[in-house]
Structure formats: structure tokens, C-alpha cells
């Protein structure tokens, strides 16, 4: 994925976070510099609209040959609708820094339906804090079934001369409970 790429996170219901995992490797022969100059470096989030950030900036700062640093970000949206983010990667890369990527999704109501017949008035009242404790149960187990991990993978080598070429790809992990 080329700088300045937009991913598109697809749809989450009411207002799940979006949980990402970045991954910046460096598959080139010299170490890489991440930039930590100024106070939010070496990442930082710009042009938030509807969806609220949280970043936890990398460990390090210098990424050796043939490794890499990960670090998360995760995307709240802040109402049932279209939201979009811009994360910017500041490094000692001559053409691409800053790494610029924009997140983009759209949060939807899922709509519970309505069961008005429903009766916990008969019984022992046991069987009804049962169900009620069943049905709280199934709803965590579909609430983390539906959890998506992301990952970007910025690749990069590094060339004679100082320059810096790379790569950019996303992958997306559907979260299985086992």
C-alpha cells in the first residue's frame, strides 16, 4: 500500500472500536529511524472525523535490518455513521516520510428486534435470571466473534546512496473464539 493509500475497515456494529495492530518492517540491510523530534512522534493522528483515537506509539525507535515494531491504534467511532482517521509514520526515509495512511469505515445500528411476547412472569423465576444470564453469555460470544484485527505491514529496504524504497500492504484477521 502506497503512501497516501486510503484502507477501508468496512462496517462495525454500534459503535465497536475498530482494534488495529501496525506493523512497520524493515527488510532492507541499514537500520531504520523512526522520528521522535517532537512531542506524538514518531506517530501521529490527524483529520479524525467522526471516530475517536487511541495510539500507543512504538517501543522503539530504530527498527534494525530484518525486523520490525508494531503497535496498535484503536478507532471508536462516536455515532452509528461514516467515520475516517489519518495516521502519519515520521521517519528518517527520504521518500515517504511521512508514511501517510487514512482508515476509513462506517458504524451501523444493528437492530436488536422487538419481542413484546415474551414472559419471564411464569415460573419459578429461576429459569428466568437462567435465561437472562444464557442470553447475556451468547451475547458476549457474538460480540467477540465479530471483532476484526487489522494489520499493516510497511516493508521497506534500504538502497545505496541513502534512499529508501518500500512497500506497503494491510491484512485483515477475522477474530474466531475458540
Known sequence: MASGATLDLGEHFNK????LIIRIQNVGSTDLTLDTSLPGYPCEVSAESGVNCILNQPAGA???A?????FTISLKPTANAAWSSQLDVHSDDPDESPYTITFMGVSTKKDGGSDESCSTGAGTGLSGIAMLGLMSLLGLAVRAARRRVQRVKISGASMPGGMYTGSYTAETSVYEPG
Open 66 to 70: 530484518g525486523t520490525y515494531l508494531e
Open 16 to 19: 465497536e472500536p475498530y482494534d
Open 62 to 64: 530504530t527498527i534494525p
